[in-house]
């Protein structure tokens, strides 16, 4: 089961798990959440103290409101509704951060060679030295680029769970989200060999359709519309090289929280109590 599809079971069920007092909602979130919570805080902030304070942050701002969450909603999107706007209070952007991340390299219809998945796959160690390609990459993105990603990417929230979170139109986040995966594709394609591949098959217009067509697949969730009969060589290296950023980005958010980091956020809640 994904994130919170235990949540949505438990309430078709008619069993609502979270009808609970506060200090026991709260242990729960803590055990269920905390760990991608904090995981994602530490690529989010910039060191490990900073990462535990947002965490704090967000499960106090969750224990103080839970009397007024509905029980029959979903916890997973309240909860990350918080975290997001902790984060965006915690971090301003940067001085000189970039405003926008480039729409598309228009390269990738032209270059004689292109980074591509090896025929074997890869090995563990390859696949480790693209998942610190990426963890830097994620780090450079600009911030609200970097929340639509984490929350849509990693935390696996939907788009219009996203846009509720960050406060803004699903335009926006899809938006975000499409430069943000383009800058870490481009990221991890530098990583990969380089492979010769024959021209674009079709017109520019028609492979930008194309990777269009892709990203909302990915927005979704769902498999690509388009079978490879249609798509050409070069297309497919692409869409391949998407694939895995967003594969390597997801796994990113799957961690433990550290038991030190549980009992010193425990005590803080009942503290706040």
Same mark, same amino acid.
């Given at each position: 089961?994904?994130?919170?599809?235990?949540?949505?079971?438990?309430?078709?069920?008619?069993?609502?798990?979270?009808?609970?007092?506060?200090?026991?909602?709260?242990?729960?979130?803590?055990?269920?959440?905390?760990?991608?919570?904090?995981?994602?805080?530490?690529?989010?902030?910039?060191?490990?103290?900073?990462?535990?304070?947002?965490?704090?942050?967000?499960?106090?701002?969750?224990?103080?409101?839970?009397? *007024?969450?509905?029980?029959? !909603?979903?916890?997973?999107?309240?909860?990350?509704?918080?975290?997001?706007?902790?984060?965006?209070?915690?971090?301003?952007?940067? !001085? *000189?951060?970039?405003?926008?991340?480039?729409?598309?390299?228009?390269?990738?219809?032209?270059?004689?060679?292109?980074?591509?998945?090896?025929? !074997?796959?890869?090995?563990? &160690?390859?696949?480790?030295?693209?998942?610190?390609?990426?963890?830097?990459?994620?780090?450079?993105?600009?911030?609200?680029?970097?929340?639509?990603?984490?929350?849509?990417?990693?935390?696996?929230? !939907?788009?219009?769970?996203?846009?509720?979170? +960050?406060?803004?139109?699903?335009?926006?986040?899809?938006?975000?989200?499409?430069?943000?995966?383009? &800058?870490?594709? &481009?990221?991890?394609?530098?990583?990969?060999?380089?492979?010769?591949?024959?021209?674009?098959?079709?017109?520019?217009?028609?492979?930008?359709?194309?990777?269009?067509?892709?990203?909302?697949?990915?927005?979704?969730?769902?498999?690509?519309?388009?079978?490879?009969?249609?798509?050409?060589?070069?297309?497919?290296?692409?869409?391949?090289?998407?694939?895995?950023?967003?594969?390597?980005?997801?796994?990113?958010?799957?961690?433990?929280?550290?038991?030190?980091?549980?009992?010193? +956020?425990?005590?803080?809640?009942?503290?706040?109590?």
């Amino acid at each position: 089961m994904t994130l919170d599809e235990r949540d949505r079971y438990a309430l078709v069920m008619g069993a609502n798990e979270w009808d609970l007092p506060r200090d026991e909602a709260t242990v729960r979130l803590v055990d269920r959440y905390g760990g991608l919570l904090h995981a994602l805080a530490r690529k989010l902030c910039r060191g490990p103290e900073e990462a535990e304070d947002l965490v704090q942050e967000v499960f106090l701002n969750a224990y103080r409101g839970w009397d *007024g969450f509905e029980g029959r !909603s979903d916890p997973a999107s309240w909860l990350w509704t918080i975290a997001a706007r902790a984060c965006q209070r915690m971090h301003r952007p940067r !001085s *000189g951060e970039p405003k926008l991340l480039e729409t598309l390299d228009e390269s990738l219809f032209t270059r004689d060679e292109l980074g591509a998945l090896p025929e !074997s796959g890869l090995d563990a &160690a390859e696949r480790s030295e693209l998942v610190e390609r990426l963890r830097a990459a994620v780090a450079d993105l600009p911030q609200d680029h970097r929340m639509a990603l984490v929350l849509r990417d990693v935390v696996g929230l !939907s788009v219009a769970q996203t846009a509720t979170a +960050l406060g803004v139109a699903q335009g926006t986040v899809k938006s975000r989200l499409h430069r943000a995966r383009i &800058a870490l594709r &481009a990221e991890l394609e530098s990583g990969l060999p380089q492979v010769a591949l024959e021209p674009a098959r079709y017109d520019r217009a028609v492979c930008i359709d194309l990777l269009e067509a892709k990203q909302d697949a990915l927005d979704r969730g769902v498999p690509f519309p388009v079978g490879d009969e249609v798509v050409c060589e070069r297309c497919r290296a692409v869409f391949a090289t998407f694939d895995l950023t967003c594969d390597l980005v997801r796994d990113m958010g799957r961690e433990e929280l550290p038991r030190e980091v549980r009992q010193r +956020l425990l005590e803080r809640v009942q503290t706040a109590g």
